[in-house]
């Protein structure tokens, strides 16, 4: 199974702040990597495809980057909306795998 | 717009079945994989099964293998989950979704021992 791993696995950041979570696939998985958003209570919700490929109706201060092992979602200028949970996910191979999640909190 | 309402989820006992259903609409059913994702209190995500648009082919987790079976009805717009064996590690809130890109919002799934 591939391996999925982020971090930092919680993160504290202000209004305005720029963040940066990071994930590394265990092997190579090309660039078949999916960003989440999770806020408490809701369904995940997808912000970014195929590692860089911003989602319909997802603001443009959401960027992924990456390919092979790492990958990075950077958040910039973080609103009070943006602090949830952000998940990566691997569909190279089976099983998927996602990454453990971080949390970004205020 | 998608959407995806699963229902079926509920308390049994370990050893015991469940079959969840996820009512698709606002796409074209037929044409595209699905899949079922769950997520434990408090845990993480968690890839279940994922079926093929014809069925053709399905995909588990090693822990559900043997265990729960997935399947569609494309004349229904139906994506199920047959889950036979509980266990307590089976608790979570079970989402369906769609190319793991839409998903429901999930029903959830208790196991008492």
């Known amino acids: 199974d591939i391996q999925m791993t982020q971090s930092p696995s919680s993160l504290s950041a202000s209004v305005g702040d720029r963040v940066t979570i990071t994930c590394r696939a265990s092997q190579g998985i090309r660039n078949d990597l999916n960003w989440f958003q999770q806020k408490p209570g809701k369904a995940p919700k997808a912000l970014i495809s195929a590692a860089s490929s911003l989602q319909s109706g997802v603001p443009s201060k959401f960027s992924g980057s990456g390919s092979g092992t790492e990958f990075t979602l950077t958040i910039s200028n973080l609103q009070t909306e943006d602090f949830a949970t952000y998940y990566c996910?691997?569909?190279?191979?089976?099983?998927?795998?996602f990454g453990q999640g971080t949390k970004l909190e205020i | 717009e998608v959407q995806l309402l699963e229902s079926g989820g509920g308390l049994v006992q370990r050893g015991e079945s469940l079959r969840l259903s996820c009512a698709a609409s606002g796409f074209s059913f037929r044409s595209h994989w699905m899949d079922w994702v769950r997520q434990a209190p408090g845990k993480g995500l968690e890839w279940v099964a994922n079926?093929?648009?014809?069925?053709?082919?399905?995909n588990y987790v090693d822990s559900v293998k043997g265990r729960f079976t997935i399947s569609r009805d494309n004349a229904r717009n139906l994506l199920y989950l047959q889950m036979n064996s509980l266990r307590a590690e089976d608790t979570a809130l079970y989402f369906c979704?769609?190319?793991?890109?839409?998903w429901g919002q999930g029903t959830p799934v208790t196991v008492s021992s």
């Open positions: 979704s769609r190319v793991l890109m839409d």
């Open positions: 996910l691997q569909y190279n191979s089976y099983p998927r795998t």
């Open positions: 079926i093929k648009e014809d069925g053709s082919e399905k």
